[in-house]
């Protein structure tokens, strides 16, 4: 059995998790008090099963846990949480319907006789939400109404309340501003300086340098590295991460850039979106840039049919041909599709199947009179999980059981089957590591060579300016400028971001300096 070192305040060994195929083998590793360690690596290579183990959510098939010197066989994760450790995770755990104030003291609230004392909760909440940086939020706001962004921070000040010795943070700045990310970093310090030890997953190598002593580096299930963070370098460590060395530049192949498939003249919806124009060839990615709230995925959504727009016009082809669309239906039915960024809320049916999700948007193609061919839908998945690399034991896998970079392949291979001529995507990599990542932007380059027309909107602006051959620049809701690949700089594009801020009014300016991606 393992024994902790002193100052260690949670040990794991050999820790292994079959499924339909083993996800994890005989993995070391110790956790000291106070300190910040990384866990990171390839979408598929086991770290949310890891941490999920370590929080009570997952029963290993092999190996021991001793934590704070005691055995640690976690049944539940309420039976971990009771230990304090606990678990933040991407999937999140609040009730939408129910305010933030009850969502973070639903286990607890206070009050005598079964009634709630509205005023002790609203205090409570006040002070708990203070630790994140969300003053300005009324306790009593319900969750739904929030962004997405301020409900990981409502997340993470649940788990922040009463005694946590380990905090699990998986992807915590997925969905946050720059604000917030600088707000979660100093709770972070202050929880170092309280004891608290943190596993901080993630795949954003810079942050990981700024808040971690210690990296893990998983890779297919195995562990390749437990070193101090001061020793390897970004590169290094992608190296590491996927078993080969990645660059900074991608060859999108030989592509011919033709006439215009997408036209968009005029598109307004409320002040949201303000009188959008541009066009999109064959063979071209046109990325879309700006801050969060700029209104880059409600552009995305007018142009799918997911929200009405107030006026303008979408056109496809050449000679330009105006569209109705007024719903995904009528989207869809002139070969646009959208990859949404929300691929668990959105695009994905968790608890199916591979084929069953990909089969979603084919079913003329494998049913007949109500009843799907399963031959049909199994070898449609087949053909997408050869073509995309989707790592999993075949179609009748559950989607829910794969990675994120994996769940995003599947997204997309559904929309590949319907041979769409424009595709839309919103935040592709999302979440996703470098590897997946280099792989999804090789799957881009064989779209633009069959002649797509690709609209992608990313918060990393590298990664526009590693993809695109042209950048269109949305701020408050306007379309600033386009650049060339040719003409761009980062410091021409950040300044194209503000600008329609700098154009309302100066308060708004001075708060959009918060949301930089």
Known sequence: MSVCAPDAVLSVSGIGKTYAQPVLAGIDLTLMRGEVLALTGENGAGKSTLSKIIGGLVTPTTGQMQFQGQDYRPGSRAQAEALGIRMVMQELNLLPTLSVAENLFLDNLPGKGGWISRKQLRKAA????????????????LVGELGIGHQQMVEIARNLIGHCHVLILDEPTAMLTAREVEMLFEQITRLQARGVSIIYIS?????????AQRIAVLRD??????????????????????????????????RKIGAPVLTVKGLTRADKVRDVSFEVRAGEIFGISGLIGAGRTELLRLIFGADIADSGTIALGAPAQVINVRSPVDAVGHGIALITEDRKGE??????????????????????????????ENALAQRQIDAMRIRSSGPAQLVSELSGGNQQKVVIGRWLERDCSVL??????????????FDIYNLLGELTRQGKALVVVSSDLRELMLICDRIGVLSAGSLIDTFDRDSWTQDELLAAAFAGYQKRDAPLFEAALGDLP
């Not at 795949?203 to 808040?211: F, M, N, Q, T």
């Not at 494998?366 to 799907?372: L, N, P, Q, R, Y």
């Open 203 to 211: 795949h954003r190598l810079e942050e990981l340098a700024r808040v």
């Open 424 to 437: 839309l995507f919103d935040e592709p990599t999302r979440g996703i590591d470098v590897g997946a990542k």
């Open 221 to 254: 299930g195995n562990l390749v590295c437990v070193e101090p963070m001061a020793n390897y370098s970004s590169e290094q460590l992608v190296t590491l991460m996927v078993g080969r060395e990645l660059g900074e530049h991608i060859d999108m192949g030989t």
């Open 126 to 141: 006040i002070e708990a939400m203070a630790h994140v940086g969300l003053d300005a939020i009324d306790p009593d706001t």
């Open 347 to 376: 695009g994905l049916l968790l608890t199916q199947s591979i084929g069953a999700n990909i089969a979603l948007g084919n079913m003329p193609g494998i049913s007949s009179a109500g009843f799907v061919d399963n031959d049909g």
